[in-house]
């Protein structure tokens, strides 16, 4: 790969916009997730996440995301060995740096953050994929839809029904769903070559979130990317040249800021979830 063998300058501008990409997608991504908090049976959560999942101009883009991932996650590390190169005996006389702990800690808060896309890449990314089994969401309107088209569609309702998964959204909603099916449920019902069905991430993401230990460890994976966020955004602007002794500062409380939100935006909805899902009924029992 020939961006490997780039001048270091290069290296760290190409790190800088990746980031500073990500930067837009992560805002993006936790607005979607506030849908989560909604009291309205997760139908504002299911139709973005449909929508991401269907339209071809998020699919294009999803591509760039992960490739964008995979750039600034191996230059990072290219970037940081060439760093422990440079330097490879340690001073024996320690001296006070000037160097951020936010600086200091980039490459392990780094590893942090791979550590939390895995996790939620096996959890979401996996299952959307098919590589990994997960709770899935039929909407009957396609289905009857289907059906009058022609298409072939298997349909025993009768042993859905009979396994107790019939699950109807609330008399509000404008459809009706099987929620909370298996993909050998869905053979069952629909017959092996049946396709449309989803995953249901709004059921997936409240059962993650109803394990304490699972939202102890979301919620420090992602202090650790608000940290990550921090000194990623400071360094960015200072790569790419942007900046100045009038508008550092404002840059500076920029980057905190922004920092704070992600980490404020993320870190709720676990919490949110259950402390109202889990422990408030739990006291009130």
């Known amino acids: 790969m020939k961006f490997l063998k780039f001048a270091s300058v290069t ?7 990746m980031g500073l990409f990500l930067l837009v997608f992560l805002l993006l991504h936790g607005a979607i997730n506030l849908c989560l908090l909604r009291e309205d ?11 991401m999942g269907t339209n071809w101009i998020v699919k294009v883009m999803e591509v760039v995301l992960m490739a ?14 060439q760093n422990w190169k440079a330097r490879p005996v340690r001073y024996r006389v320690r001296t006070k740096s000037k160097t951020s702990p936010g600086s200091k ?16 890449f096996m959890n979401f990314w996996f299952v959307k994929h098919g590589w990994v089994e997960g709770k899935y969401i039929v909407n009957i309107e396609e289905v009857q839809t289907a059906i009058k088209k022609g298409d072939t569609v298997q349909v025993d309702f009768q042993k859905l029904r009979a396994n107790g998964k019939l699950l109807q959204s609330k008399q509000s909603a404008d459809k009706t769903s099987f929620e909370n ?13 049946f396709e449309l069905y989803e995953p249901d991430f709004y059921l997936m993401a409240k059962e993650l979130f109803h394990n304490k230990w699972y939202v102890i460890l979301y919620i420090v994976l992602i202090a650790a990317l608000g940290l990550h966020l921090n000194h990623a ?9 942007l900046t100045h002794a009038k508008y550092t500062p404002f840059i500076k409380l920029f980057s905190t800021g922004y920092a704070l939100l992600i980490f404020g935006i993320f870190a709720i909805i676990p919490a949110w979830i259950y402390f109202f899902d889990v422990l408030l009924p739990y006291f009130k029992a």
């Open 11 to 17: 290296k760290k501008i190409t790190l800088a916009l």
């Open 41 to 51: 049976g997760g139908d504002w959560f299911r139709a973005a996440a449909h929508f």
């Open 68 to 81: 964008a991932f995979a750039v600034h996650i191996i230059l990072a590390i290219i970037l940081q060995i």
């Open 105 to 120: 800690l980039m490459i392990y808060s780094g590893i942090m953050i791979l550590v939390f896309l895995c996790i939620h």
């Open 181 to 193: 099916i298996s993909r050998e449920d869905i053979k069952t019902v629909f017959g092996d070559n």
């Open 233 to 241: 955004l400071q360094s960015a602007f200072q790569t790419l040249g």
